[in-house]
């Protein structure tokens, strides 16, 4: 009789060593997804951008509001220096530029516009142009030309200096290359009405 023999697989060492690598990196993604370690500098990573636009911001809204009130208060500062006197000049006027500019510092304030304007009102309640100018040295409203006051200032056989400061505000901080975001400049404006405080009006003696 034949001998049979028994027959044995090999074993298959491939396949294991597979199952034990599968085994072990699943293991180690359990652990690092329970792991917390990092998770703060990821929290922080994402969050950081957007506290650095929220700091840019309020900095500069603080320094715009800043700007915007050092403007209002040259623009008040020039018309009650004007309103001291029965007559100016265009040279008293020019020098209020350097004025305009010593009320706002410390922040920059090359580029001021000016218009100061003598305004006289009728009986009737009209406010006309006596004289005015503005810091190119030409005059901005023709004289007897109708001006616009609001209505409680409108009193009629009175007279009243305006001035008129403009000035861009450049922002300090931007975010380039975002177009609905890149605000560069603040176009600022005050007006400010006072009356005389010596006789009945203030002339320009070569404002004509």
């Known amino acids: 009789m034949s001998e049979r023999k028994a027959h044995t697989p090999a074993p298959q060492t491939g396949s294991a060593e597979t199952t034990g690598l ?3 990196l699943m293991r180690t993604a359990r652990r690092l997804r329970g792991s917390r370690e990092g998770v703060g500098a990821v929290e922080f990573a994402l969050i950081a951008p957007v506290l650095i636009v929220l700091y840019m911001g309020s900095l500069e809204v603080s320094v715009a509001m800043s700007v915007n009130k050092k403007l209002a208060r040259a623009s008040s500062t020039v018309a ?11 040279n008293d006027l020019k020098s209020m530029i350097n004025v305009a500019e010593s009320v706002m510092t410390p922040f920059r304030s090359d580029g001021v516009k000016m218009k100061i304007t003598g305004i006289s009102i009728n009986a009737s309640g009209q406010a006309t142009a006596s004289w005015s100018w503005q810091q ?9 030309s109708a001006q616009t006051l609001p209505s409680d200032l409108a009193i009629p056989n009175t007279f009243l200096v305006r001035t008129e400061l403009e000035f861009d505000h450049q922002l300090l901080l931007v975010l380039p290359g975002l177009s609905d975001v890149d605000i560069r400049t603040l176009s600022m404006k005050k007006t400010y009405h006072l009356r005389q405080r010596l006789g009945t009006e203030v002339s320009c003696t070569n404002c004509s």
């Open 22 to 24: 599968l085994t072990g």
């Open 80 to 90: 009650d220096l004007i309103t001291q006197e029965n007559s100016v000049n265009k």
């Open 136 to 144: 190119d040295g030409t005059k901005p409203y023709a004289d007897g």
